[in-house]
């Protein structure tokens, strides 16, 4: 069955970086794309972050844009997303996320909170 588990996250300063890392299994891995969402208190799941099943291509929210960078690594399972510069604006519940035939699948999260 699908499993995604995601880890790195913490408590972090304004302005410090943070790299999430998501294990993936139950899938061919290296033909799917992947995502990452985030989810702050009180407010809606939004997209961070999107790669394409080869890496050639990334999508990001303006919000993270020049500040975060989504990469794979389709040997090791593993998608990261590499967060800069990161801002109390930043802190919520991180995911992520693959789509295969017409399901989404999720993590558990990991919690990103930034304060000083």
């Known amino acids: 069955q699908v499993q995604l588990v995601e880890s790195g996250g913490g408590l972090v300063q304004p302005g410090g970086s943070l790299r999430l890392s998501c294990a993936a299994s139950g899938f061919t891995f290296s033909t799917a794309p992947m995502s990452w969402y985030r989810q702050a208190p009180g407010k809606e799941r939004e997209l961070v972050a999107g790669i394409t099943a080869g890496g050639g291509s990334t999508n990001y929210a303006d919000s993270v844009k020049g500040r975060f960078t989504i990469s794979r690594d389709n040997a090791k399972k593993t998608v990261y997303l590499q967060m800069n510069s990161l801002k109390p604006g930043d802190t919520a519940v991180y995911y992520c996320?693959?789509?295969?035939?017409?399901?989404?699948?999720w993590g558990q999260g990991t919690q990103v909170t930034v304060s000083s």
């Open positions: 996320t693959v789509r295969r035939a017409w399901t989404d699948y």
